[in-house]
């Protein structure tokens, strides 16, 4: 059964920074693309970035210029890097294939908080 960790969120200012990892069991991050996702109160899960396994890249325009996607396939691990956050990047952060998520995939997330 594949599983998918999240961690790394927490309560931040707004400018502040933090960074996300994703753990995958098995060889999940080497053979599927990965994306980021998130959730905000009341809103639908959006996506927020993503990456092949090619290593190209894509964002959310929210997002872009802010937020980095990798992975190290070595450590079956997915990382967000999120600068200069803001409010609105409150959510719960999720990470799933990309750019179609599996919803058997789905972990518990990382709460990530920014005050203003």
């Known amino acids: 059964q594949v599983q998918l960790v999240e961690s790394g969120g927490g309560l931040v200012q707004s400018g502040g920074s933090l960074v996300l990892s994703c753990v995958a069991s098995?060889?999940?991050?080497?053979?599927?693309?990965m994306g980021w996702y998130r959730q905000a109160p009341g809103k639908q899960r959006e996506l927020v970035a993503g990456?092949?396994?090619?290593?190209?890249?894509r964002y959310a325009d929210s997002v872009k210029g802010r937020f980095t996607i990798s992975r190290d396939v070595a450590k079956n691990t997915v990382y967000l890097q999120m600068y200069s956050l803001k409010p609105e990047d409150t959510a719960v952060y999720y990470c799933?294939?990309?750019?179609?998520?599996?919803?058997?995939?789905w972990g518990r997330g990382t709460q990530v908080t920014v005050s203003s």
């Open positions: 799933n294939t990309y750019p179609s998520a599996r919803n058997n995939f």
């Open positions: 098995g060889s999940i991050v080497s053979m599927y693309a």
């Open positions: 990456i092949s396994i090619t290593d190209i890249t």
